[in-house]
T-cell receptor, first 116, second 111 residues
């Protein structure tokens, strides 16, 4: 199946710094990618929909100035957690579907962010 | 809004069949999915079913869909210890719409 690569797998940063997470579709093009957040032992919460060449669409309650999303090409979307705080510590996962409309939705490996 | 519900835990003996159930509320769901998540890892797509299908089988996995009752199930035959994980049910309208997930069912396989 198609591969979505997410980097880094884990990161530890100090409070107040920014962290960038990359999500790449390796063998297909994705007009749209999705960013999710997962709290321990909980489900995936959709944060935003990342659209290639345009602004991301954020879910209610997600701060767009804190979670900056850029989707500069059909194979790369980035999520930057700005001025990170301990409460931003979480597991972040991206997802992408082939722009040809195939139903399969593929997920990256996830990024474990710990803010100290 | 859309809602997907799953039971949180299931424990089975190795070699038995596991059945994980899911209900959803969105009658316009187009595709329904089952994903597997192992500790600290991302989500692995196991299988999906189109909403106009009743059943889909793929090796040890059987998906049953009752669209009238908005009920989806995943049966794992001959469950192995390596099947221990969290299983998520999800639905979408298709196209470029995001998936809506249930809370996940933690499957424990006892040797």
């Amino acid at each position: 199946g198609a591969v979505v690569s997410q980097h880094p797998s884990w990161v530890i940063c100090k409070s107040g710094t920014s962290v960038k997470i990359e999500c790449r579709s390796l063998d297909f093009q994705a007009t749209t990618m999705f960013w999710y957040r997962q709290f321990p032992k909980q489900s995936l919460m959709l944060m935003a929909t990342s659209n290639e060449g345009s602004k991301a669409t954020y879910e209610q309650g997600v701060e767009k100035d804190k979670f900056l999303i850029n989707h500069a090409s059909l194979t790369l979307s980035t999520l930057t957690v700005t001025s990170a705080h301990p409460e931003d510590s979480s597991f972040y996962i991206c997802s992408a579907r082939d722009q040809q409309g195939a139903p399969e939705a593929f997920f990256g490996q996830g990024t474990r962010l710990t803010v100290v | 809004g859309e809602d997907v519900e799953q039971s949180l835990f299931l424990s089975v003996r190795e070699g038995d069949s596991s059945v994980i159930n899911c209900t959803y509320t969105d009658s316009s769901s187009t595709y329904l999915y089952w994903y597997k998540q192992e500790p600290g890892a991302g989500l692995q797509l196991l299988t999906y079913i189109f909403s106009n299908m009743d059943m889909k089988q793929d090796q040890r996995l059987t998906v049953l869909l009752n669209k009238k009752d908005k009920h989806l199930s995943l049966r794992i035959a001959d469950t192995q210890t390596g099947d221990s994980a969290i299983y998520f049910c999800a639905e979408t309208h298709g196209g470029n719409t995001p998936l809506v997930f249930g809370k996940g069912t933690r499957l424990s396989v006892i040797a």
